[in-house]
């Protein structure tokens, strides 16, 4: 099938349809405002430079040879200093620069003129200095300086300011043509704007209406998995790159929650089979004939009172059990049912068996899972108490903690060597254990019943030394019933 192209090389294109053709529209743009600005500038420095000389270069002159021609004892100091000179060398040098930088033949010509008027003044500059060292030279001198020295200044400062006005004229000529380019470049502007906005139009319309029928696909598988049909599939051959990998990720995820649903379902019926096993374990034809038998010996004896009590706790110790057919049941319940199931006990071992239960009324009032702590009880009396020689003790204590509810139950029974209670811990984990003590058995429908109904981070935990005794924890969530 035809796969489209990622999402992210579409919009690549279309930022570059975008960006090329304004990026380009820039260029033209700061090149024509450049170009303007650098011959603006030249133009305005010429006419700075030419109006400099305009104004001071012919008073500055005719007044130095002035001196010259009137002033005998000046003369000589002017003359050494090369005073004039200089003025002529540096009129010279700048308007033989813009001669050169000239652009225009027209301009060229009046600066190239500018100058020869200056070499010829510079010679009749040089007549008149030698002149001033002879005597008798005064009137010649002074008729030179009138018609010849001040003639060429002044037809010098109107060559000046003819270039000066050429230059203004240039000026206005280049402001009509940057307008010019100006509205030319405004006109290309807009026609290159109209046809990005138009292309990019297309292009977006196209890219959206893709990525939206996709995803309208996309979520129609999601709204059929959200009812719990996980046989959807999302079809991700004709889709781009990014939308084909979360087609294939959400295929991906339908699956493994089609399986996580088989695999609840599966333990859940694990769960109630082993609840059912747990339950028939509890009701125990042993201890129900054994009960039984102690009350018939009671009231053969008379004893009508505790035939009572063994009556009313061994009723108690059933309801509890059953409890309706509810999987959970309150902490004060399960407490009751420990209860009855050690004052049963106590009757039948009243010489090897003495109990202490400490769970605080605060937590009466949370949730615990059935038949939790009454196994963990019973294996402290049948593999911990009766296994030793003397009185024994069980103690049944609780605690909340840090969001959790802290069962323990510890017995100073014979306890377990480290190869035994290794070999229990397996069992407790589900592993197969040659063995036959059946304590384990107990033990493990505890821990998976612990950890289907509350999560692996709960459980239960041991504990052992041998001849000291033997300790179990149960921890859950802090639950309000």
Not at 88 to 101: G, H, M, N, P, Y
Not at 242 to 254: P, R, T
Request: with cysteine; proline share 1%.
């Amino acid at each position: 099938m035809f796969k489209k192209a990622s999402l992210n090389r579409r919009l690549n294109a279309l930022l570059l349809v975008c960006f090329v053709p304004l990026t380009i529209m820039i260029i033209y743009l700061m090149a024509i405002l450049f170009r303007f600005s650098e011959r603006y500038d030249k133009s305005v420095q010429n006419i700075t430079k030419a109006n400099a000389y305009n104004i001071e270069f012919k008073d500055d002159l005719d007044y130095t040879m002035y001196i010259i021609v009137v002033n005998s004892e000046r003369a000589k100091e002017l003359v050494d200093t090369q005073q004039p000179h200089e003025l002529i060398d540096q009129a010279r040098t700048v308007f033989s620069e813009l001669s050169e930088k000239a652009e225009g033949t027209d301009g060229k010509t009046r600066l190239q003129r500018i100058v020869k008027s200056l070499d010829t003044l510079e010679d009749h500059v040089s007549e008149v200095e030698a002149n001033a060292q002879i005597s008798g030279m005064y009137d010649k001198n002074l008729e030179s300086l009138d018609f010849d020295i001040r003639n060429l200044t002044e037809l010098i400062q109107e060559q000046i300011q003819q270039y000066i006005y050429y230059e203004a004229t240039h000026l206005e000529t280049l402001r009509a043509n940057i307008r010019q380019d100006v509205q030319r470049a405004i006109g290309l502007s807009v026609l290159i704007f109209c046809i990005i906005f138009f292309v990019s139009q297309m292009i977006s319309r196209r890219i959206t209406g893709e990525i939206t029928e996709d995803i309208r696909q996309l979520l129609k598988v999601t709204k059929k998995a959200g009812r719990g049909d996980f046989s959807v599939r999302a079809d991700a051959d004709n889709s781009s790159e990014e939308l084909m990998e979360l087609a294939q990720g959400f295929n991906q995820m339908v699956e493994h929650l089609d399986t996580l649903v088989e695999d609840i379902r599966v333990e859940q019926l694990n769960l109630r089979a082993t609840e059912q096993k747990l339950l028939q374990a509890q009701i125990n034809p042993h201890f129900l004939y054994n009960t039984l038998d102690a009350i018939i010996w009671l009231a053969e004896a008379n004893q009508k009172e505790q035939v009572i009590m063994m009556v009313s706790t061994l009723s108690d110790f059933f309801r509890t059990t059953l409890s309706n057919g509810r999987d959970f049941i309150s902490v004060k319940e399960e407490e009751s049912h420990i209860r009855s199931y050690l004052q049963i006990q106590q009757f039948r071992y009243q010489d090897i068996l003495q109990y202490e239960i400490d769970i605080p009324e605060e937590l009466y009032r949370y949730q615990i899972l059935k038949l939790t702590l009454q196994p963990l009880v019973e294996n402290a009396l049948y593999h911990g108490i009766k296994n030793k020689r003397g009185m024994g003790r069980i103690s049944v204590s609780g605690r909340k903690e840090n969001g959790q509810l802290i069962f323990i139950i510890t017995d100073n029974g014979q306890g377990m060597t480290r190869e035994r209670m290794d070999q229990v811990g397996r069992m407790m984990n589900g592993e197969k254990v040659d063995s036959s003590n059946t304590s384990g058995f107990g033990l493990y429908n505890v821990v998976q019943r612990i950890r289907l109904n509350y999560g692996p981070e709960y459980g239960l935990f041991m504990s052992s030394a041998y001849g000291e005794g033997t300790e179990f924890m149960v921890v859950i969530p802090a639950i309000k019933n």
